[in-house]
């Protein structure tokens, strides 16, 4: 199910299955939905899923899968618009494909795609392409990582010494057949579409705006609202995902500083929002959990701790494995 998911920078993808088993209906509102993967689980367990997020990355797959009524889907017919030939086209990629951080040919066909997706009529179908070309570039470029960058200048370059890593060889892959990386990659994004009898809705504003307006909302007033905003104290989104908001046409983002700071903006979101009657927050970083529970418990006295499995919290089993671990990040539940 979260296949056709873009990755996301603290992204609840092993949590979500516990985090919607604490909620109840008929509306799941995901206040900063991120990659999506809380608002997919919540949309696959039958709630009417209204999401939000800032961050024009995220409006992709809001619109584009979460928005999905189940019908639209990527197929053959969509990459014959995509790879038209488009004298408007930009080079936004294959600039970075200059400075060695992603792989040109895989560049040049993004490039293209960007200009011509404008020519599909249909919104939903149009974000859910956009959404594959976030993808393609996500899963292509190196980012974060030190050996993939080496890996795709080597390849840009055409330098035939660079040791054969598996790194270097996927690149080497990707880059000799861009249009099989970009359509394989696209067609996984379906294996996330799905309906669900409900008209499930993507709002992109602040979250604390979202919350507010949400007291008029059908559903709300019995629903859930799930909160997981950037942490205090660590990397924040605006630096991560800046190119990938500039690509869409946007600045990067300035609204998850107020939440960097400390755990103020977010105890304002938990005062707004008293019309739910349970609020499930995702929260840490180098924040002490009973310091910021009992500020959530100054406005929810009922609000508690939900017991993580470490196997929830990370991947490396070193660490799952070890009794003194401790984890940077709790769940609340917390019921009014
Ligand atoms: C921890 S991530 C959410 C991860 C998500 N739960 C997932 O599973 O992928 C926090 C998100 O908050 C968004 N954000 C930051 N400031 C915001 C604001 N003021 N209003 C709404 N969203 C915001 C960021 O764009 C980011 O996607």
Known sequence: MYSGLLSCLGGKRR???????????PVFADAFMGGGSVSLYAKAAGFHVLANDLSLRSGATGHGIIENPGDILVDESDFAVLFEENSQAGDFWQKKAD???????IARLVDLAAANVRKIQSPTRRYLLQHCALKVM?????????????????????DKKFPQSDVYLRAMKAASRPVQTFTTTALEVNHSVFGNGHNN??????????????AAWHGAKQGTLYLDPPYPGVKIYSDEYAEFEEFLGGKPLEGDLQYSKGPEAIL????????????????GGKTAPSTFLKKV?????????????????CRHTKRKNDPGYVANEMLIHAPR
């Open 15 to 25: 949590l979500a299955s516990l985090i919607v088993y604490h909620a109840q209906g």
């Open 201 to 214: 809705t993507y709002y992109s504003m602040d979250a604390l705006e979202f919350v507010k307006r949400s």
């Open 99 to 105: 400075e060695g951080r992603v792989l040109r040919p």
């Open 297 to 313: 418990q100054e406005i929810r006295p009922k609000a508690c701790l939900v017991k993580i499995p470490p196997q929830r919290h």
């Open 138 to 158: 996500q899963e292509t470029a190196g980012f974060s990582t030190t050996t993939k960058k080496a890996s795709i200048k080597a390849v840009n370059k055409g």
């Open 268 to 283: 304002e979101v938990v005062q707004a929002a008293d019309h739910f009657p349970t609020i499930l927050m995702s929260y």
